[in-house]
């Protein structure tokens, strides 16, 4: 029988202890540091900055435990999108289905535009200086980290380092991914508030600052017919307990995938991505777990309503917070030495041709909420769906436009319109000719995504 004395049966704890500490520090160098409070940079990120500045010192660094980290961040990400895919969704503005499907095309054409930029880098790079330790498909990690954040980042760039080893090529592609996605937080806080401000110089914005105060009613914390906060069970313990039963179902679909014998294809290039794909089977489950339980309710045969959007939002946030705090925290930078310059290259071209086209996607599509558009999706596709809110909220503190419906929305378009492309992730890798192949079916997928964008339709007066 093992002692509780024993360090062994605390070492995951202590790795929480370490995020936990990190983040109340951060959050309150945020609340009172006007310069930190005025970038917008998450409390997450900047939880995560503080640990990697603190690893150099040899007795903190032994604390923090990089495999840990990485386990946290991969299940935070899973966990988060299965809470965010259980909540039933309330609509506060008008909204469109055609808006909604045309954002989600923006999201997706995004993606493929990122990737294009970070692989007209990247291989490149491989052909002409270094072969020896640098991956010819590293670019695609930059939608990765831009546009899906820590988790997704160190999916990816896990199964790229395994990649480049079965081609003899030494590749830190968690590293790689993890400094795209921390790159992304800062680009999408900074550049969003910087072009905020010139927004506001030139009288075209009015920003809420940290004036505005949100007023909740009981109708926001809970829905009519809901179970009580306590009973025989707790009402938090209910939305962890159906969280977590719908990730034991993601896993049982993993595994179970894992097991058929899909032929070559499928050990090549479906078999690798399946336990990457955690977050999107975490959504189709939890899609299809809350529909099961809203046919129960409507037969009758549940009489109360065991989903709580409030408390989901708080699991889903609390998921959120840990994933980039231990994504960031899991960073090596003695692995990144021979990676500085691509990765630099990388995250300025991406940011640039991000901003450029989402602003140029948004004057198109919504005229009468330009900025309010832009800010939500360019914040998201540089962070998460969070930084965009952030963002959102300093122009538009109401959600009065329907820029906050789009983007929540747009999920299920984005991953439809996404899908194809995300097997990429798994082609492209295999060989320099399959990433080159993988380019010319990106550029084709872009001009289709540009002919739907930017069709002809009624123009509508732009009020911005």
């Known amino acids: 029988m093992s002692s509780f004395a024993d360090i062994s049966s605390w070492y995951w704890l202590i790795q929480l202890f370490i995020i936990v500490a990190a983040l109340l520090i951060a959050n309150l160098i945020r609340c009172n540091v006007s310069l930190f409070r005025r970038s917008l940079l998450p409390s997450a ?15 903190f660094s032994q604390l923090v435990d990089r495999h840990v980290m990485e386990i946290i961040t991969y299940h935070a990400l899973g966990l988060g999108f299965v809470a965010m895919a259980l909540k039933n969704k309330k609509i506060k503005s008008a909204t469109t289905t055609i808006k909604v499907v045309e954002t989600g095309a923006v999201t997706a054409s995004t993606y493929i535009l990122q990737g294009l930029a970070g692989l007209l880098i990247t291989v490149p790079f491989f052909l002409w200086i270094n072969k020896s330790d640098f991956f010819y498909s590293a670019g695609m990690l930059l939608p990765m980290g831009y546009g899906q954040g820590p988790g997704q980042a160190l999916n990816f760039g896990t199964t790229f380092s395994q990649w480049a080893a079965d081609q003899g090529i030494t590749f830190h592609g968690a590293d790689f991914g993890l400094s795209i996605a921390a790159t992304g937080f800062i680009v999408g806080s900074l550049v969003g508030v910087i072009f905020m401000n010139i927004l506001r110089r030139r009288g075209k914005l009015n920003i809420s ?21 306590s009973e025989s069970i707790d009402k938090l313990t209910v939305q962890i307990c159906l969280v977590l039963l719908v990730y034991a179902l993601v896993f049982l679909l993993m595994f179970g995938i894992q097991q058929l014998d899909l032929g070559n294809f499928g050990v090549k290039t479906l078999k690798p991505l399946v336990w990457g794909f955690n ?27 065991y989903i709580n959007n409030y408390t989901l939002d708080r699991i889903a946030g609390t998921c959120f917070d840990f994933m980039i705090v231990a994504g960031t925290a899991a960073i090596d930078f003695n692995n990144l030495r021979s990676l500085w310059l691509p990765l630099i290259l990388v995250c300025t071209v991406g940011a640039v041709v991000t901003f450029f086209y989402v ?35 300093e122009i538009d503190p109401r959600f009065e436009t329907p820029a906050a419906n789009n983007l929540v929305l747009q999920t299920i378009p984005a991953l439809a319109f996404g899908f194809p492309v995300l097997l990429l992730m798994g082609f492209a890798p295999q060989s320099l000719t399959n990433t080159l192949i993988s380019v010319g079916i990106m550029v084709v997928a872009l001009l289709l995504f540009a002919l739907f964008i930017f069709r002809k339709r009624k123009e509508q007066k732009n009020t911005n």
């Not at 939500?376 to 809110?389: D, H, Q, R, V």
């Open 279 to 305: 977050f999107l089977w975490g959504t189709l489950l939890g899609v299809l777990v809350k529909w099961i339980i809203g046919r129960l309710r409507k037969s009758n045969l549940m009489q109360r309503e």
């Open 359 to 393: 602003m140029r996607c948004c004057k198109r599509l919504y005229p009468d909420y330009t900025y309010e558009a832009f800010f939500s999706m360019f914040g998201m596709l540089t962070g998460t769906a969070s930084n965009g809110m952030i963002l959102l909220r």
């Open 45 to 59: 990120l900047l939880a995560g900055l503080f640990i990697l500045c603190l690893k150099p010192i040899a007795a």
């Open 209 to 229: 600052g940290d004036t505005h105060v949100e007023h909740y009613t009981l109708a926001d914390y809970e829905s009519e017919g809901e179970i009580p906060h």
